[in-house]
């Protein structure tokens, strides 16, 4: 008798052994705004590409989950998110004191800061001071966006898109425009046609995180062991040299 409970006690544990292994890995709802090169777009044969696409899916392979992205519209993404409608948000967000009332954040991934554009003949702004009663282009509720409102006296033209703003400097629908460095650089680069330059000087210290949901603590949990994970084996630095090519 004692043989066949220790028999079947045996079968038992490595069919749950077996179950165990074949458990499909969770999926996330991973939310993003893809309107932010190189950290997010929508490249010319629809797929989402950038940085930050790269390290969230690099993120997820070493943690084992799986993602379902969802592209949507940066105004209100953090209240979609604390409204459960994606689990996590990457998009070059940076970690905020009010932000952080409504959503968890990562572990910082990257450090930026605001920077001016202006057009390539512009030799009346040198820095915010000369902003002063300058029409000023940035994406709305970014934090260029506060930056520019409580620190500088431009007078503040909001864009939907980060990129808008910068076609509103070409066009000269405004003086300067503002953004986060690593995408200011991007944009102007990437489009010699507009004949932009951007300003020297870094105007705030501003730490990306991941954006989690509050109720999603296993995620926050997975999220900061894959990204560390991701730092330590070298797959950071070569998604970084993929996407900006510099320290």
């Known amino acids: 008798m004692f ?15 077996l179950v165990a292994c074949s458990k499909e890995p969770s999926v996330y709802k991973i939310g993003t705004n893809a309107e932010y090169p190189p950290f997010e777009n929508v490249d010319d044969s629809g797929e989402m590409v950038g940085f930050d696409v790269d390290l969230m899916n690099a993120i997820a392979e070493a943690s084992e989950f799986e993602i379902e992205w969802v592209n949507t519209r940066w105004d209100g993404i953090f209240v979609a998110l604390q409204s459960g409608e994606f689990d996590a948000v990457i998009s070059a967000a940076t970690i905020t004191d009010e932000r952080a009332e409504i959503v968890d954040f990562s572990d910082p991934y990257f450090n930026a800061g605001q920077m001016i554009a202006v057009r390539g003949d512009e030799a009346a702004i040198s820095g915010p001071a000369d902003l002063a009663g300058k029409k000023v282009g940035v994406q709305l509720g970014t934090t260029g966006d506060i930056w520019l409102t409580e620190q500088t006296e431009a007078e503040v033209v909001r864009f939907d898109e980060n990129t808008l703003a910068f076609q509103a400097l070409a066009n000269g629908d ?8 690593p995408t200011a650089i991007d944009i102007v680069k990437a489009n010699p046609e507009m004949s932009l330059k951007m300003l020297d000087g870094v105007y705030t210290e501003e730490s990306y995180g991941i954006a989690v949901n509050m109720d999603q603590d296993e995620l926050l949990g997975l999220i900061n062991e894959g990204l560390a994970a991701v730092r330590a084996d070298g797959t950071y630095d070569e998604i970084y040299d993929k996407w900006f090519g510099t320290d």
């Open 3 to 17: 043989k066949k409970r220790t028999f079947w006690f045996m079968a038992l544990v490595v069919v749950l052994s």
């Open 174 to 181: 405004v003086d300067a425009a503002v953004a986060d460095g």
